[in-house]
């Protein structure tokens, strides 16, 4: 039930940006292709920057998790005779 509420929030969202992006290339007063060009740009070198780093930043929490688990919870709260 989330997941089709969440998928209906960004059809949404991306009809809405849709139809924004066509006004603005309408418009003759400066803002136009250069403009979203660049915003697309901006968008693509920040993922590719992001997304690296977002799995290192998954690999260090997954092993400070495992390190917790091992260390505190497995030898000290349950440890096994």
Same mark, same amino acid.
């Given at each position: 039930?989330?997941?089709?509420? %969440?998928?209906q =929030? ?10 924004? =992006?066509?006004?603005? *290339? ?15 740009a =901006? *968008?693509? !070198?920040?993922? %590719?920057?992001?997304? /690296?780093? *977002? ?10 998790l ?6 505190? !919870?497995?030898?000290?709260? %349950? /440890?096994?005779?």
């Open positions: 039930m989330k997941f089709e509420k %969440f998928r =929030v960004v059809k949404n969202a991306a009809k809405d940006y849709c139809s924004t =992006v066509k006004r603005m *290339l309408a418009r003759k007063d400066g803002f136009g292709r250069d403009e979203i060009l660049g915003t697309a =901006v *968008l693509i !070198i920040a993922a %590719f920057i992001t997304i /690296p780093q *977002l799995k290192t930043f998954a690999d260090t929490i997954i092993y400070a495992n390190s917790w688990w091992t260390n505190t !919870i497995s030898s000290r709260i %349950f /440890p096994t005779s």
